[in-house]
Nanobody, 124 residues
Framework: QVQLVESGGGLVQAGGSLRLSCAIS????????MAWFRQAQGEEREFVAA????????KYADSVKGRFTISRDNAKNTVYLQMNSLKPEDTAVYSCAARRANYPTLYANDYIYWGQGTQVTVSS
């Protein structure tokens, strides 16, 4: 059973930065595509960013392009989400997800392993 543990959330002012981390429990990270999703209170979960197993393919939601960067370090079994120029509308619970495939998708149903989520709050 793969376990994912997020960290790095918190409260930040608009324009600030945060870096989220997602630790993966097993050493098959190099064959696992990863993604970040977020869910604001009262809203549906939405795709944020995804990265292929060897980081050769990266996808972003239009709302975060140019501000967020997804990356991974397979030696450390960790995926990161660097978030810059944060806006109040970025406030949400951010969750990382994994799928048993090399190629990432934008669809939550394609991911079978999920972390518990970490709260990101951006004040205006």
């Amino acid at each position: 059973q793969v376990q994912l543990v997020e960290s790095g959330g918190g409260l930040v002012q608009a324009g600030g930065s945060l870096r989220l981390s997602c630790a993966i429990s097993e050493r098959t990270a190099s064959s696992t595509a990863m993604a970040w999703f977020r869910q604001a209170q009262g809203e549906e979960r939405e795709f944020v960013a995804a990265i292929s197993s060897l980081a050769t393919t990266i996808k972003y939601a239009d709302s975060v392009k140019g501000r967020f960067t997804i990356s991974r370090d397979n030696a450390k079994n960790t995926v990161y989400l660097q978030m810059n120029s944060l806006k109040p509308e970025d406030t949400a619970v951010y969750s990382c997800a994994a799928r048993r495939a090399n190629y990432p998708t934008l669809y939550a149903n394609d991911y079978i392993y999920w972390g518990q989520g970490t709260q990101v709050t951006v004040s205006s």
